[in-house]
């Protein structure tokens, strides 16, 4: 426990880091990987180049050390990021590193400014959070390992099939080798992969949501080929998964986790909203959902650049015509091909949303940011509670309300 004085300098503090966060850990990083360079194998590189992760570890750092005295009231964010470090492999061992980087990285931003008696309190502040992550995390390694089918670390799958959706996205169906069980999941939580391509020093992890319902003997995961756009560079594991990796091969896969995951206990009508590949998590909450005795009144809504690049398509249009009673589904195309039908051409807006749904449902979406923060902005405006209201990013979660 933190003595009083210790929890006055942290709370004053917060406010002087948060001026210096992005600095203060870009520094950190830097340190970090200067002196363990092993930690690459676990960091994803592109979002360091984006400052991204930079950005996400300050504010949860910040935002925890600012509720020093009461962490248990973020104990779901903390749940939600230690969901990830799970999947990703973080161990207890790992803390003191971040922690002595972060604060030698504190210390040469602020220089003098850093007294001994503000370093001390930080250093005990961070031991106090690490210890939080670590306990959460403990459990939650344990529960996956002992869930039926469960497993602790990577396991390794052989991909069964690759099957292509559209042009830019392909799924494919992973078998455990040792032809085990394999543990259920939550509708709209993801698994994680993690590879070395040859040309590579380092091995990439990245979470993709399973895309289907539970139940299978497989798990399936749908993945979207980032080729470089710009200045942006192509994405390692999706080319790598697209290009290398064929059916009969074997990859490593971490158990599902996950905290963006389907409401089963509730009876409300739901609206399941995708852009692009977001489309993954709704698909495996679409299909439980047509599958459960409940018969909850589904709206599902996919938005995709054209017809081309739209994923399964034939299996929606499918699932609609075999549940006409409880489900309709509309497609919008940014910029359709000659000759090619949808909903609404252009983007999802309020007006539209408010011909094609209600607004007493709950609503899952996801998709690229800015798609996000428009359906978000909708549905406030719409005036849908925020506990109605159920979303994911891809990559590191990001603030919705920033602009
Ligand atoms: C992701 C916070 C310790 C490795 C994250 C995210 C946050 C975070 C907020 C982003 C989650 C998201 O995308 O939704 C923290 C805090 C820590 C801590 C507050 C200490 C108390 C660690 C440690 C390691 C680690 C000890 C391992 C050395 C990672 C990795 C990611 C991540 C690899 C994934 C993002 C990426 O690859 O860019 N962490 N973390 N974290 N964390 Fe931590």
Known sequence: MLDARTIEVIKSTVPVLEVHGQTITTQFYQMMFKNHPELLNIFNHANQRQGKQSAALANAVYAAAAHIDRLEEILPVVKGIAQKHRALGIMPEHYPIVGQNLLAAIKTVLGDAATDEIMDAWSQAYGVIADVFISVEAEMYQEAEQKEGGWRGFRRFVVERKVKESDVITSFYLKPEDGGEIATYQPGQYITVRVKPKDQEFTHLRHYSLSTAPGHAYYRISVKREDAVGNQPAGVVSVHLHDKVKEGDVLDISAPAGDFTLDQSKSSPVVLLSGGVGLTPMISMLETLLTSSDKRDVVYIHAARCGSHHAMKEHVEQLTKDHADQ???????????????????????????????????????????????????ALKKWGVPDDRIHFEFFGPASSLNNE
């Open 327 to 377: 489900l309709r589904s509309y497609h919008v195309y940014e910029a359709p091909a000659a000759g090619e039908s949808c909903h609404k051409t252009g983007f999802i807006d309020l007006p539209w949303l408010q011909t094609v749904a209600n607004n007493n449902a709950d609503f899952y979406f996801c998709g690229p940011t800015p798609f996000m923060k428009a359906i978000n902005h």
